[in-house]
């Protein structure tokens, strides 16, 4: 969808609602981000995971423009709906809308809700407000946290219990669907996603944990699809005569057969209204040719006035399948050796391992408006390594990674509003 009609269409939902603003069964609200965000050095671009353009070295509005419009139907009963509209840059490189919540609710009691359709997927603390900037202080949520589960939503259902207990507040979900994602280069299906969440707050304090298990999911199309066949099957016609081919065998065919995660998520922060800090740490395991990874973010920040400074710093390691491989087979080498290079090649090319100090300013001059500031100071460590993903090493114009020092900074300006 373009982004002419994006706009049309969420302008269509508000004028819509609007017109049944006298029925207290409808209920419009709205949000939005525009943004500049460039790199320093050209060899490094930045966007989302699944975005497509990453701009290197030049302000762009790609990475974090987005308008929203959600329409929430007879909120105060015991049934209500909800549906939200999302337009922003996505892996083809185009501003698009798409639903991104769709679902129906039953308040069963005052502890109980069940919810069927679509919703967020809360694998991480940042789950439910990832896109509506001015609902926390920095520009985004932390890039090396909301990688480890990029997958955003799922159809399907959602049992929770929320209640007082312990001198506090208790909420426990569990949830379960499906889902599909796409990136500018591969689509995947994953057909069962499960998982829990509990979070407990008392006074200024919140404890939040998550645990997520994708099954199931595999690899449909885009451009590396084929690679990706080619190098299941070169594995599988070589394992018969190779020492040492199923290991990896086992991590493509799983990619394109069924391939399963789980991802661990731990979150502690404290917010008396004026000093707030937050410590997060997450974790994903995979059985596939995706690597393993494990992160941990900070955050602390103070509110003054309209304005709040803030600084954060984080950290993400790849925890496996980063490493070149040597295929031995005597009755095949040369078969073997353009494997080991094949295969290599992508596993090097996980190698994402990095540091990121930010610093920033958030000023709130309006109830439903902000204005932000973000710097984000990132050091690699294999900068040698083709990566992508939020940052992507470039290659130029005849393929070769564009040389680069490990060392980036991303600037960042943002005005986000609600409505």
């Not at 671009?45 to 353009?53: A, D, V």
């Not at 039953?106 to 603390?125: E, K, N, Y």
């Not at 001015?134 to 949520?141: D, E, F, G, H, S």
């Amino acid at each position: 969808m373009k982004a002419g009609l994006t706009l049309t269409v969420l302008a269509a939902l508000i004028q819509s609602a609007y017109a049944d603003e006298t029925s207290s069964m409808f209920k419009l609200s709205g949000f939005g981000t525009f943004s500049e965000v460039r790199t320093d050095d050209k060899a490094v671009g930045y966007k989302l995971t699944f975005q497509n353009n990453a701009r290197a070295d030049q302000w762009s509005t790609d990475v974090d423009t987005r308008l929203g419009a959600q329409l929430d139907i007879n909120q105060g009963g015991k049934f209500s709906g909800v549906v939200q509209l999302m337009g922003l840059q996505r892996d083809t490189g185009s501003f698009d809308t798409q639903v991104e919540w769709a679902n129906a609710s039953w308040q069963i009691s005052d502890q109980w809700r069940l919810r069927v359709g679509r919703m967020v997927t809360p694998a991480v603390s940042s789950a439910d407000s990832r896109y509506i900037g001015y609902a926390y202080p920095t520009v985004r949520p932390d890039a090396n946290i909301i990688g480890i589960y990029p997958l955003i939503r799922h159809d399907g259902a959602d049992l929770t219990w929320d209640s007082e207990a312990l001198n506090g507040r208790l909420r426990i979900q569990s949830f379960l669907g499906q889902t599909s994602y796409a990136t500018p280069t591969l689509a995947f299906k994953a057909k069962a996603i499960i998982g829990i969440t509990g979070s407990y707050s008392t006074g200024p304090w919140t404890v939040r944990a998550a645990h997520t298990e994708i099954s199931r999911a595999k690899a449909q199309s885009g451009t590396d699809y084929p690679k990706l066949v080619g190098l299941r099957n070169g594995l599988q016609a070589i394992n018969p005569v190779c020492s040492n081919c199923g290991d990896s065998l086992a991590l493509f065919r799983n990619g394109l057969e069924g391939w399963s995660a789980k991802i661990n998520d731990v979150m502690v922060s404290w917010d008396d209204d004026t000093w707030f800090a937050q410590a997060e740490y997450a974790r994903r395991s995979t059985d596939t040719y995706i690597s393993g990874l494990s992160a941990y973010a900070l955050l602390a920040g103070m509110r003054s006035g309209n304005f709040t400074p803030f600084v954060g710093y984080s950290s993400l390691k790849v925890l496996d399948k980063n490493s070149a491989v040597s295929f031995t087979s005597a009755a095949a080498p040369t078969t073997a050796a353009g494997l080991s290079a094949a295969v290599s090649g992508l596993f090097l090319a996980g190698r994402a391992d990095r540091q990121i100090t930010s610093f920033g300013l958030r000023w709130a001059p309006l109830n439903n408006m902000d204005v932000k500031f973000q710097a984000d100071l990132t050091r690699f460590d294999h900068p040698e390594a083709g990566f992508g993903g939020y940052y992507t090493h470039l290659r130029d114009s005849k393929g070769a990674l564009i040389p680069f020092d490990g060392k980036v900074n991303v600037y960042s300006l943002a005005v986000d509003f609600v409505f």
